[in-house]
């Protein structure tokens, strides 16, 4: 929860593949709060009190949510995904603006790479920054099981984290009210 909180106003694809690493971590222990405070909120030794409470109600209500959403096997939670729409609505408009050039420079350097990864997801068509999103967390994942990552992925998943880093800093922007010097220049204001 706290992470969760300084990820989403510091960096917004940190903040979902955190929080879709918290979906996992819950599966991992079958949406039960006991094991999730034997092996999760102990781990928090310098929380107080109240913190440790906060944080134990922040769980509660996801294992709540997953159970209501009916993702306690796979999937993201209705939050994430509108989280995830929100980026993908600011791509689209970075996109349609000229004034980005340096951000279409970054997207077409990663497009061949999202081709390539959409290439081998067979039926399930996923939008171009879900499949950044998605070879991020694969990459953070192999990382936490400690497997080896060729050199090709390497630099495939570089790529990528530089563009999602840029587009994290715009929609940084964005959430400040710094993104466009005036409304008129806002393409979703047209």
């Not at 080896?148 to 400040?176: N, P, V």
Request: glycine fraction near 4%; proline fraction near 2%; charge should be negative.
């Amino acid at each position: 929860m706290f992470t969760a909180s300084a990820k989403r106003k510091e960096n917004i694809a940190e903040y979902l593949l955190y929080m879709w690493h918290i979906e996992d971590l819950i599966r991992a222990n079958g949406l039960d709060m006991e094991r999730i405070k034997k092996a999760v909120i102990c781990n928090y030794a310098s929380l107080s009190d109240n913190e440790r409470k906060e944080l134990t109600d922040w769980y509660e209500s996801l294992v709540d949510m997953m159970r209501r959403e009916n993702c306690q096997e796979t999937g993201h939670l209705q939050l994430n995904k509108n989280t995830l729409l929100q980026i993908d609505e600011l791509h689209r408009t970075l996109m349609a603006s000229p004034k980005f050039q340096n951000y279409h420079s970054e997207f077409y350097k990663t497009l061949p790479f999202i081709v390539e990864l959409r290439s081998r997801q067979g039926d399930k068509l996923l939008g171009e920054i879900e499949t950044c999103m998605t070879a991020l967390y694969g990459m953070l994942m192999l990382r936490l099981q400690g497997r080896e990552i060729g050199q090709e992925t390497k630099d495939a998943l570089q790529q990528i984290a530089r563009f999602m880093a840029l587009l994290s800093h715009y929609w940084q922007l964005d959430q400040d009210n710094k993104l466009f010097e005036n409304a008129d220049d806002d393409p979703r204001n047209g």
